[in-house]
């Protein structure tokens, strides 16, 4: 073998080498490229689901605080009806009382009916006023033209109450008991239609809240 065959043969043996060498750097870094790629898939998929778990238990956190508040509401809204409602109802008999022409001894006078007609009426209205925004539009309507009529008629005929017939002319004390038979056909008639169609309105409320609650 003479010197060109022996270098050639050495620079073959080397370049067989040195693409062995790059094909098992090329198959171990594959090998390596794989298994980060499998890792990563795997730690991606694990932050994933657990990035998943935390959104759906702060979703739930978020459902339970709004039923918390929605039940909390309810329970308010029911509450102001119940107390606004008994005192309405307070503030008809106060009025109803006080325009009734029958009248039995030993009674408080025609000025002790009014004022706690009046008293009644304000008390009631004190308290709704403040608590309106529990209840919608319409009904608060509702009860404003209820207890305005009855204010207004209970007012028409204190303007009188407190004198009696003895002292008024005879044109004032006519006026006088039209007021009063007015006013006392008004709580017996128009009150009590007035009140059945927010009675209506109030138990609308209430059954449509015991469902939500089922």
């Known amino acids: 073998m003479n010197a060109w065959e022996t270098i050639l043969l050495a620079?073959?043996?080397?370049?067989?080498l040195l693409a062995?060498?790059?094909?098992?750097?090329?198959s171990l870094l594959g090998q390596l490229v794989a298994k980060d790629l499998e890792r990563f898939k795997s730690e991606l998929a694990s932050a994933s689901s657990t990035a998943?778990?935390?959104?759906?238990?702060?979703?739930?956190?978020?459902?339970?605080?709004?039923?918390?508040?929605?039940?909390?509401?309810?329970?308010?809204?029911?509450q102001v009806v119940a107390e606004a409602y008994g005192l309405l109802v307070e503030?008809?008999?106060?009025?109803?009382?006080?325009?009734?022409?029958?009248?039995?001894?030993?009674e408080p006078s025609k000025r002790e009916k009014y004022h706690t007609a009046?008293?009644?009426?304000a008390e009631f209205y004190r308290y709704f006023d403040k608590n309106r925004i529990y209840l919608p539009a319409n009904l608060c309507q509702q009860i404003d033209e209820l207890l305005q009529a009855m204010r207004s008629?209970?007012?028409?005929?204190?303007?009188?109450?407190?004198?009696?017939?003895?002292e008024?002319?005879?044109q004032t004390l006519t006026k006088k008991h039209e007021s009063w038979s007015?006013?006392?056909?008004?709580?017996?008639?128009?009150?009590?239609?007035?009140?059945?169609?927010?009675?209506?309105?109030?138990?609308?409320?209430?059954?449509?809240?015991a469902k939500d609650k089922n």
């Open 118 to 121: 009046m008293n009644k009426s």
């Open 91 to 106: 503030a008809q008999w106060a009025g109803q009382e006080f325009v009734s022409p029958m009248e039995f001894a030993g």
């Open 20 to 26: 062995l060498l790059g094909w098992l750097a090329r």
């Open 52 to 78: 998943a778990d935390q959104l759906r238990h702060q979703l739930q956190l978020v459902a339970q605080e709004h039923q918390i508040v929605v039940a909390k509401l309810h329970e308010k809204r029911a």
């Open 182 to 209: 007015e006013a006392s056909e008004h709580f017996n008639s128009a009150v009590p239609k007035a009140r059945k169609a927010l009675e209506e309105e109030l138990r609308k409320i209430i059954g449509s809240e």
């Open 153 to 166: 008629k209970v007012i028409g005929f204190g303007i009188y109450a407190h004198r009696e017939d003895s």
């Open 11 to 16: 620079i073959g043996g080397n370049a067989a």
């Open 168 to 170: 008024l002319p005879e």
